[in-house]
């Protein structure tokens, strides 16, 4: 009798891991599996699940805040934790936290202990809630146990700069340009796999159409998700290639430029994550062929340059162009690829300016010399450079009270 109950039970539990005789319908357990496959456009997980969880409501006395710090590659890594709300009102009150830098390449396994310490505060876009409260982001830098900043924490490197320098209000308005790839990493969102586009560049650029605009969705949303962070985005467009996108950050008041750009482009991620598209801020993802490269053109502007008589101060500072080798050591990795003196670049050898000539290295705008004041931009910075070491390296070399040769603008039948 024994015998029979267990080879009885055997066949139970058999049927049970058995397939079922007659085809059901799928849950939404199994769509989300199947919608883990690599490819544009599916959602890692399916909606209906992700929404009945952000149904539940948070404690009205604690705050999610993910902090957000830059590796040793100059990418955003993130992790959470909960706080009471009276923690959270600023970022002194905010606790130091700590991280594992042997996986992150900023520190050695038998000594990974590294602390992040808050700088700023944003709204968490992704974590909305409707109880007056806000979960938070918040930007850090890194340091060792014993306090020191590690060699990878630029921003203290670009606080030196700045430190001091308050009455000078100084501005910045930087342009992050970025590609938009299929998950395989390879193609760009709308161009043919293992191919080119039909036509060349020209239709693209702030353009419309299904035909040219390639990404709209996933700007507009990390348009939305910064303006609710408070990150002072102040425009968006299509740029020359297509997949090929831009927006722009600024002005912003000395170092808070890096700061608010480093964490748009963590939300950049985050939302690409979401739509399930490759972003890259590689300055020329695309060698071959007659494409435009990436760049993170930065607007500067000092109070001086900004008041009457500021165009003499603008140009005693593009005069900066005797260290042009030092900026081009901090404006980013693979900047000679795009820096070729094609598609709207200088070359990476010479230094040059000129007015409304996007082939310089500088670019005064044609409104700042008829105004006599404003602003310069610096074209060089590549899409991928670091803005604190961009922003910080251009405070320090303007403010320098020193002799330097006087530079002619190119011609402005080039401009």
């Excluded at 722009?248 to 739509?275: H, K, N, T």
């Excluded at 590689?282 to 008589?309: C, F, L, Q, Y």
């Excluded at 603008?314 to 980013?332: C, L, N, S």
């Amino acid at each position: 009798m024994k015998l029979v109950v267990a080879f009885l039970a055997t066949i139970g539990a058999a049927v049970a891991f058995a397939p079922a005789a007659n085809t059901v319908a799928r849950t939404s357990a199994l769509n989300m599996v199947q919608q883990l496959e690599i490819q544009t456009g599916r959602s890692q997980l399916d909606t209906a699940v992700v929404d009945r969880f952000n149904a539940l409501p948070y404690p009205s006395d604690k705050v999610l805040a993910e902090y957000v710090w830059v590796d040793a590659k100059g990418e955003c890594r993130s992790k959470t934790r909960t706080l009471p709300v009276a923690r959270t009102e600023s970022v002194d009150k905010l606790p130091r936290w700590n991280f594992d830098g042997s996986s992150t390449c900023q520190a050695p396994g038998d000594d990974s202990e590294v602390i992040l310490r808050p700088c700023r505060i944003f709204k968490d876009p992704f974590r909305p809630r409707s109880d007056g409260l806000d979960n938070i982001l918040v930007m850090c830098d890194t340091y060792t146990p014993a306090g020191e900043p590690l060699p990878t924490n630029t921003r203290a490197i670009a606080a030196k700069a700045f430190e001091g320098r308050e009455d000078e209000e100084v501005w910045f308005g930087l342009e992050q340009e970025f590609t938009l790839f299929n998950l395989d990493q390879r193609t760009p969102l709308g161009w043919p796999k293992n191919g080119v586009p039909n036509r060349p560049q020209g239709p693209y650029y702030c353009s419309a159409g299904p035909e040219n605009s390639f990404g709209r969705a996933v700007t507009d949303a990390h348009y939305r998700c910064s303006l609710y962070a408070g990150i002072e985005i102040s425009g968006t467009n299509g740029e020359v290639m297509p997949g090929q996108q831009e927006y722009q950050v600024g002005p912003c008041v000395g170092i808070d430029a890096g700061d608010q750009l480093y964490m748009s482009r963590y939300i950049l991620q985050r939302v690409c994550e979401e739509f399930q598209v490759y972003c890259t801020l590689h300055p020329k993802p695309i060698v071959e062929g007659d494409w435009n490269g990436a760049g993170m053109h930065t607007n500067v502007s000092t109070k001086a340059m900004r008041e009457a008589g500021g165009l003499e101060i603008i140009k005693k500072a593009i005069y900066m162009g005797a260290k042009h080798q030092d900026h081009i050591a901090v404006y980013g990795e693979g900047n000679e690829l795009r820096l070729t003196g094609k598609h709207e670049t200088a070359s990476i050898h010479q230094f040059s300016f000129g007015v409304a000539n996007r082939g310089a290295s500088v670019r005064i705008g044609r409104d700042t010399e008829a105004e006599g004041c404003g602003y310069f931009e610096d074209r060089r910075p590549s899409s991928n450079a670091d803005p604190y070491l961009v922003t910080g390296k251009i405070m320090a070399t303007i403010m320098e009270d020193v002799d330097v040769p006087e530079i002619k603008a190119l011609d402005r039948a080039s401009a």
